[in-house]
């Protein structure tokens, strides 16, 4: 409300401030006394309540710039269902994820997890260009390959064929940034980040030396994406490792 026109009236003495809040004191009652303007309405859509999530993970979950922030669209349903109650349980540990969803119980968490796994969207370019052409090729064989010597499963055994997950429960690699997967399976290394027992990758962060890391991290971050890519059905031949999110009859 535009007070401006409320001034004393023109002359001396103190007469004119006592004329000035007689008349001033009706019109501030009745500012205050009035309705409020309604605010504009919010749909009350999961779609609008997942902006909390947007804000780090990017635009629809696309992920962030930032590389710390990974890809959350298009995941197994699962996956990110258990890593929500991960974040919750204490498992995983993110102060904003575990402030987001400590009150929240499972079915909302499952919505969250449907909301951003039915979400198909175009991935972006690479991320990584011009890396080493030698790390690159170490990092395709631990990605495409493993290392038996080191008792290293290559990462399509479990995450599938085109690396792009594997239902239920087995995230996708490709389109995350080189540095989240670096720190990710760095944390598993140092017992930050835990699954359900069998945790299958934190074993597989103990056996991997800071240069295999590196060069898997790069190769994986390097990859394009496959047209029409989607997470694979089933495992084709049994799991090299026990793992809690994947399915016991590929066990």
Same mark, same amino acid.
């Given at each position: 409300?535009n007070?401006?026109?409320?001034?004393?009236?023109?002359?001396?003495?103190?007469?004119?401030?006592?004329?000035?809040r007689?008349?001033?004191?009706?019109v501030?009652?009745a500012?205050?006394?009035?309705?409020?303007? =309604?605010?504009?309405?919010v749909p009350?859509?999961? !779609?609008?309540?997942?902006? /909390? %999530?947007? &804000? +780090? *993970? @990017?635009?629809?979950?696309r992920?962030?710039?930032?590389?710390?922030?990974?890809?959350?669209?298009?995941?197994?349903?699962a996956?990110?269902?258990?890593?929500?109650?991960?974040?919750?349980?204490g498992r995983?540990?993110?102060?904003?994820?575990?402030?987001?969803?400590?009150?929240?119980?499972?079915?909302?968490?499952?919505?969250?997890a449907?909301y951003?796994?039915s979400?198909?969207?175009p991935?972006?370019?690479?991320?990584?260009?011009g890396?080493p052409?030698?790390?690159?090729a170490r990092? =395709?064989?631990?990605?495409?390959e493993g290392?038996? !010597?080191?008792?290293?499963? /290559? %990462?399509? &055994? +479990? *995450? @599938?064929?085109q690396?792009?997950?594997?239902?239920?429960?087995?995230?996708?690699?490709?389109?995350?940034?080189?540095?989240?997967?670096i720190?990710?399976?760095?944390?598993?290394?140092v017992g930050v980040?835990?699954?359900?027992?069998?945790?299958?990758?934190?074993?597989?962060a103990?056996?991997?030396g800071?240069?295999?890391?590196?060069?898997?991290?790069?190769?994986?971050?390097?990859?394009?994406?496959?047209?029409q890519?989607?997470?694979?059905?089933a495992p084709?031949?049994?799991l090299?490792m026990?793992?809690?999110?994947?399915p016991?009859?590929?066990?």
């Amino acid at each position: 409300m535009n007070f401006s026109y409320l001034r004393p009236p023109p002359g001396p003495g103190p007469g004119r401030w006592r004329a000035w809040r007689v008349h001033l004191l009706p019109v501030l009652l009745a500012a205050a006394l009035a309705p409020a303007a =309604a605010a504009p309405g919010v749909p009350d859509t999961l !779609a609008q309540r997942m902006l /909390a %999530c947007t &804000a +780090c *993970h @990017g635009q629809e979950g696309r992920a962030s710039s930032e590389g710390y922030f990974p890809r959350i669209a298009g995941k197994p349903a699962a996956y990110l269902f258990n890593q929500l109650v991960n974040f919750r349980e204490g498992r995983r540990r993110g102060a904003r994820m575990g402030a987001l969803v400590e009150h929240l119980g499972d079915a909302y968490l499952q919505e969250m997890a449907a909301y951003f796994a039915s979400l198909d969207l175009p991935y972006p370019p690479p991320a990584t260009r011009g890396a080493p052409a030698a790390l690159l090729a170490r990092g =395709a064989q631990l990605a495409r390959e493993g290392d038996a !010597a080191r008792h290293l499963p /290559a %990462c399509s &055994a +479990c *995450h @599938g064929p085109q690396l792009m997950g594997m239902l239920p429960a087995t995230p996708g690699l490709l389109a995350l940034p080189r540095d989240y997967l670096i720190a990710q399976i760095g944390r598993w290394k140092v017992g930050v980040r835990r699954t359900l027992a069998p945790d299958c990758m934190a074993q597989i962060a103990q056996r991997l030396g800071p240069e295999d890391l590196s060069a898997v991290a790069t190769w994986l971050s390097a990859q394009p994406v496959p047209a029409q890519a989607q997470p694979a059905a089933a495992p084709t031949a049994p799991l090299p490792m026990r793992c809690a999110g994947a399915p016991e009859a590929a066990r």
